[in-house]
């Protein structure tokens, strides 16, 4: 076997394999077994932060085989398979696309050239050019010296964060790509430019580019507005000054000045602006704390170590007489590991190697004391950027559904074009003729629908604004309040979006007796027994007798030990905000009272804060911690001093903490540890309370942690601290070495309570969640916070209910630990599902479909421990795979990637700040506004518009309709039945105003909506905009423009005047008379619009003499004429309707 830096290739005869080194350093297994047990460890290229890989192909079949027939797994892989073939595990992905290429026909592939394959090429050929112009630079790890420049500098990303869309120069070009790209209005535009040819001119320019030039200035005025907000934004985190430290002081520079290699101070509750690495701090024990909600989602403050070396100098000045530098790695993604090193060669070479614990990523906030760092990374390169996706133009369903109709509508614009053509005969200038006859027949394509739309969304966006039972809301995006009425998945963020992220103590159970925040009373009365009757404050375990061994400890001395236990078991640090800082620092001095002083509590787990704050209620508090020790005041006001020998912090693997203390006053040394049931059951000695106990609470939505501890004597920790430390000095294996001496100390351990603490939800969470249940909508929570966190917020928030089952998915770390988790799960029925984000990078790596179409059948999911980019990714792979419409809500910067990918992104006014809510496309300030925006504005928003598009395309339809019968009546004339003003003022002040007012049409009132959301799941169906409906309204169409236009030719008199006077009075009394027919909620301004459009009509009807005649219009032969014509091309289609809905109702109308 040989092996190199980077891979490794094992030698077999006729078979080589490369793999990858980090895994065979994992690996304790030998290669062969390795490739017999688990080919995955040498195919894959494994980097669970980067994008997934696909497989290669080409396995070993000798050892496939003997793969299958070992004892181990082949039973459960060969039980239930996944997706199986010659080399026992295919591809998924590989398979279908085979399929798919053996369906394709030749047919098929020029329909999709024709259709849309034209576009795609040309952005691929695009996106290839821009490549090859413009190639990314090739990030690589540097080497970043303190105090100097380095002698060849080299170039990095400026540190500019910029949201714009948009350029000076790039904003005309691009908005009007965005523009034409829609069939609509590059049809329009066509047929515009056609008008400037005098042989194919109809009628008067402004008829064609007046609207048309309407339509792109209120669009380019709309994004010029948004752009500009977004400007105004990044010039105003751009703009903010720091202090950067130089040989000659402190200087302020803004932040877009920001380089690699500067020096910057970052002061209490000030963003950092770059990452950095942690240098030194004005707090004196080398640490501080900093917020990382904006980065990663969650509210817990995060400890951060200085670099020692550095943190020893004098002051911040010797920063520039030292020979240091630090080496980091390449920038990336993942936002929880870093590889670096802190090198000094004044007096040798010195190397201290550089974690996550001394960096400082951008956009998280310093909470305590100030922080001086060295820049490493820099605008794009910077984690925060890194994991946050562009922003993109979003195009509602909607938009594209109208979009497909109106090219329907071109093909028959067409057909009808060239039948014409084809009866006048295919001679001289006929396609003349043909192009004269498409530009007769283009009101079939309306113009005015794109606008009509668009300031359709203008009014629904106002009214959600103006809804006062949703205050506060704002609509960022006015191009898609539609996209609202057809949303099937919701994905939401966890932390202060379904919670408040204020955890509260709740009960404490000691296995015989229970005591919640009704008995508080109960527990500060045994506290103050307790140290009344122990005046030292020592504990009774410290110096026991054989009676208190022998006795049962009475509930007195069990209170005690369960609350010193919870008082001390943990990592937080009490700061003061209103004292002096030499008496914070030196602690409580004796006889002074620390209650009348201001406290914050400072950790990295609002768990632990709860639990500290409640020791304090009840008499035990803590007053100091730092790194070597602590200090507990008693309910006698006396000092309880404790030396921090060491301690074991919380990971997700462990999911346990502990500490060892020695008790100052005694020199006892006791080992306290808590954690999540599922270890600590196996750890602490045997009871028959805790199983049931931890489940009763867990049912009740609480957090629940088991304390324990156990006492230890100096030989015992002598010899642990021992092999510890040795475990520690190891290169190889050092995680496990340590783990393994870590376990040998939690061994029967004395259990001593069980706490509940629960994060209160949002007001209303639990009745809204269930109303988007019941409207058909399935919830996705996602959340970079833990599993066991995220679990029992889930089944707090009804998220899960009572009756589910939750099925956990157990660390997936290969292709076989993926298989057998995915057979597991398919057995399993109604059953929610909870996995890590990890986890699921491995199975969408091998079975993404497989994955995707088991967990879109769960109805509830919870992906826990997702950074930002997973997020955005799970979003876009539910888009991807289901093809139905999602809508991403979060209140956190680690939320914006998701909000941005979503169909309608909604973010939320927390107390995690306002980025999510700037990048999302509404803006809410609660959680339960969901209901009613979605319920109420998104429903009526997706009816109101397709109604509206439907009326649209029938007024263009109607008239295109008698313009073909006029001309095939009069000798195949390529002539405008109306001309000049006719033609614009029917689409605009005739019709507009009447048409228009559907945008306030309701068929149920708010309240109705939101008391049976079972209404919202019709419009998933798609039914309003559906081609069965677009059919049924040209069918309405074709049938009233021959009525109207066969009507004036039958009973016109002598003049051609006549035909025009009476088919156009029909024509616009058919259509206020159809929207009046429509109409199911009658609204003032309605009523006004019918009136006012009729008023204008019949004034019109006395000024344009040269299209009227007045003389005419005041005869009863006009007025019955026109009765007659419009009775007979409404009260039929009325009839039927009137019978559809006796005998066959929509829901609606069966709850009015």
């Known amino acids: 076997m040989a092996a190199s830096s980077e891979h490794s290739v094992v030698h077999f005869p006729q078979y080589s394999i490369q793999g990858d080194s980090h895994y065979q350093r994992r690996s304790q297994t030998s290669i062969l077994d390795r490739v017999t047990t688990n080919q995955t460890d040498v195919e894959v290229r494994h980097s669970r932060a980067g994008p997934r890989s696909r497989r290669p192909r080409g396995l070993i079949q000798p050892y496939v085989l003997r793969r299958f027939t070992s004892e181990d797994d082949s039973s459960s892989l060969d039980e239930v398979p996944l997706m199986m073939s010659e080399d026992g595990f295919d591809s998924e992905n590989d398979s279908l696309t085979r399929r798919r290429k053996q369906r394709r026909s030749y047919g098929s592939r020029l329909a999709w050239c024709l259709c849309c394959g034209w576009k795609d090429n040309l952005y691929s050929y695009l996106d290839s050019l821009k490549n090859k112009c413009f190639k990314k630079k090739e990030v690589k790890p540097r080497t970043v010296a303190i105090g100097r420049r380095a002698v060849y500098q080299e170039k990095h990303a400026p540190n500019i964060i910029r949201n714009q869309k948009y350029s000076i120069i790039t904003f005309i070009p691009l908005v009007l790509f965005h523009q034409f790209k829609f069939f609509l209005n590059l049809y329009f535009l066509i047929v515009a430019l056609s008008q400037f040819i005098p042989a194919v001119r109809i009628g008067y320019l402004y008829t064609y580019w007046l609207p048309l030039g309407f339509v792109i200035f209120v669009t380019m005025c709309r994004e010029a507005v948004d752009d500009f907000r977004r400007y105004r934004r990044d010039r105003e985190v751009n703009c903010q000054l720091y202090s950067k430290l130089t040989k000659n002081g402190i200087v302020k520079i803004p932040s877009s000045a920001i380089k690699v290699s500067d020096i910057i101070f970052v002061e209490k509750d000030q963003r950092v602006p770059a990452d950095m690495v942690f240098l030194r701090t004005t707090e004196k024990s080398g640490s501080c704390f900093i917020r990382t909600d904006q980065l990663d989602g969650e509210t817990d403050w995060k400890l951060r170590l200085a670099v020692s070396s550095c943190q020893r100098l004098p002051n911040h000045q010797d920063l520039f007489e030292i020979s240091a530098e630090v080496y980091v790695e390449k920038p990336q993604k993942d936002i929880y590991s870093f590889v670096g090193t802190f090198s000094r060669f004044d007096d040798g070479r010195e190397e201290f190697p550089l974690s996550t614990e001394n960096t400082l990523w951008a956009d998280t906030v310093v909470a305590s004391g100030t922080a001086v760092g060295i820049v490493i990374y820099t605008g794009r390169e910077t984690r925060a950027v890194m994991n946050t996706s562009r922003p993109s133009a979003k195009v509602g369903l909607l938009d594209l559904e109208v979009n497909t109709q109106t090219k329907v509508l071109f093909v028959a614009t067409l057909i009808l074009s060239l039948a014409l053509t084809a009866l006048k005969g295919f001679t001289g200038l006929w396609y003349r003729y043909f192009f004269r006859f498409v530009l007769l027949f283009s009101s079939i394509i309306p113009l005015s629908l794109r606008v009509n739309l668009d300031m359709g969304k203008m009014v629904y966006s106002f009214m959600i604004q103006r809804d006062k039972e949703i205050p506060d809301t704002v609509v960022r995006s006015t191009t898609i309040p539609e996209e609202l009425g057809r949303i099937q998945y919701v994905l939401s963020d966890k932390t202060g979006t379904l919670t408040q992220n204020d955890m509260v103590f709740k009960r404490l159970h000691l296995g015989t007796v229970s005591f919640g925040q009704d008995s508080i009373d109960d527990v500060i009365s045994h506290l103050q027994t307790y140290y009344m009757q122990h005046g030292t404050g020592s504990s009774t375990t410290s110096t026991p007798t054989k009676r208190s061994s022998a006795v049962r400890r009475t509930i007195v001395s069990r209170v005690h030990e369960a609350v010193k236990a919870l008082a001390l078991c943990h990592n937080v640090t009490p700061v003061y905000e209103d004292v002096d800082m030499d008496v914070a620092e030196n602690g409580v001095l004796p006889g002074e009272k620390p209650v009348d002083r201001a406290v914050n509590y400072q950790a990295a787990s609002p768990d632990e804060v709860a639990l500290v704050s409640w020791t304090e209620e009840v008499g035990l508090a803590l007053v100091e911690r730092n790194l070597t020790g602590m200090q507990l005041r008693t309910p006698t006001d006396t000092l309880l001093s404790f030396t921090i020998l060491q301690l074991f912090p919380f990971t997700s693997e462990r999911k346990r903490m502990g500490i060892i203390l020695r008790e100052e006053s005694t020199g006892d040394i006791i080992f306290y540890m808590k954690g999540a049931d599922v270890v600590m059951c196996n750890i602490v000695q045997y009871n028959d309370w805790l199983d049931e106990e931890c489940g009763n609470m867990a049912r009740e939505g ?179 795979h289901t093809k139905k419409r999602t809508c991403a809500i979060g209140d956190g910067g680690n939320d914006v990637s998701m909000i941005q990918v979503s169909d309608a992104g909604i973010g939320i006014v927390g107390k995690e700040g306002r980025q999510a809510s700037l990048a999302a496309d509404f803006s809410i300030t609660q959680f339960k506004h969901v209901g009613r925006l979605l319920m109420v504005h998104g429903r009526n928003s997706y009816k109101r518009s397709a109604t509206l598009s439907h009326f649209v395309m029938h007024r263009g339809l109607i008239i295109s309709v008698m313009q073909a019968i006029f001309s095939s009546v009069f000798y195949l004339s390529s002539i405008a039945l109306y001309q000049g003003f006719l033609t614009v003022g029917y689409a605009t002040v005739y019709t507009m105003f009447p048409v228009f007012s559907l945008v306030l049409d309701e068929d149920v009132s708010p309240e109705t909506a939101m008391l049976y959301p079972e209404l919202y799941k019709d419009l998933c169906k798609g039914r309003e905009l559906s081609f069965k409906m677009f059919f049924l309204w040209i069918v309405i169409s074709i049938y009233q423009g021959s009525i109207n236009m066969y009507g004036a030719l039958l009973l016109f008199e002598d003049e051609f005047i006549h035909i025009v006077a009476i088919s156009f009075t029909a024509l616009i009394l058919t259509e206020l008379l159809m929207v009046a027919l429509t109409i199911r909620t009658w609204h003032w301004l309605m009523i006004a619009a019918e009136f006012l459009s009729l008023v204008i009509y019949i004034a019109s009807l006395f000024i344009f003499k040269d299209y009227f005649d007045p003389a005419f219009f005041l005869t009863w032969t006009f007025v019955w004429k026109v009765v007659v014509i419009t009775l007979i091309s409404c009260v039929p289609l009325y009839i039927l309707k009137y019978l559809r809905r006796r005998f066959s109702p929509p829901s609606y109308s069966k709850l009015t």
């Open 702 to 880: 609480l957090r629940t942690l088991v304390v324990a501890k156990k006492r230890l004597t100096e030989e015992q920790y002598n010899d642990f601290e021992m092999r510890y430390n040795q475990a520690k000095l190891s290169i190889q294996d050092r995680t496990s070495k340590v783990a393994a001496v870590e376990e040998s100390l939690e061994r029967d351990m004395e259990l001593l309570c069980i706490t509940g603490v629960e994060d209160q939800l949002q007001v209303d969470v639990r009745p809204t969640l269930e109303l988007l249940r019941n409207a058909g909508i399935k919830v996705w929570m996602l959340t970079g916070d833990k599993l066991e966190t995220a679990t029992c917020i889930a089944k707090s928030s009804r998220l899960v209910s009572r009756t589910q089952d939750i099925h956990v998915f157990r660390n997936v770390l290969n292709r076989t630990d993926a298989h057998l988790e995915l057979n597991a799960f398919r057995r399993k029925n109604d059953c929610a599902l909870v996995i890590k984000g990890d986890d699921m990078d491995m199975c969408l790596q091998f079975y993404e479909h497989e994955f995707m179409e088991l967990a879109c059948q769960c109805p509830a999911v919870v992906c826990c421990r997702c950074s930002p980019t997973q997020k955005a990714d799970i979003v876009q792979l539910i888009k991807t």
